[in-house]
């Protein structure tokens, strides 16, 4: 009888078994997730304190050359402020219609109107042809009229705060009367107490 032979097959070795991460009770994790912890409470405790005071907007990163895309306003807490905030019906003042309020002071809501009665967009880039032949330029629609002046050119109405530091500039000469949607009241469409029955006057 021959022996049979039997066929040795090899042994599955077997593998260390992972062991499952528990919660570290190192001194040192603990210590940053309180880091970590403390560091979002305090950003967004500084956000609150900074949407309280400033007025925040966004724009376009790229104008002919790079730029910051965030513009920074400081709010104003007078009764002119709030009022031109009630004629935004719920929506907050941007940085730029903040920035305009601080220039105008008591005449703020009259110049946001016409700001947003002659740009509705509130747009920096932007221009109107006119019958006559110029154009209107930027955020207020400075008319071409005046690159007559030495020392301002197109670049600078294009330029959102340029823009309404020169409109700021005409007011104090010659008020209002540079912009026809005042001179026409076109204006008071955008003022809250025309939906409320009544309104400044001319």
Known sequence: MSARTKAVLPMPSKRP?????????????????????????????????????????LQSPVKIHFQWPLVVAAKTSGEDAMEAQADQFGHRLTAYQQYACNKFGTACR??????????????CEIYHYNSDGTLDWGYFQINTVHLKRIGLNLRDLLDCRANIDFAYQLYQERGFQPWSTYNNGTYRKFLREVHDGGGPSN
Do not use: D, T
């Not at 009259?110 to 747009?123: D, F, K, M």
């Open 17 to 57: 078994r992972r062991r499952r991460a528990g919660p570290s009770g190192s001194p040192i994790s603990a210590a940053l997730a309180g880091v970590v912890l403390l560091a979002a409470v305090s950003a967004a405790f500084a956000s609150l304190i900074l949407r309280e005071r400033y007025a925040f907007s």
């Open 110 to 123: 009259v110049a946001l109107a016409i700001q947003r009665a002659e740009n509705p967009r509130g747009a």
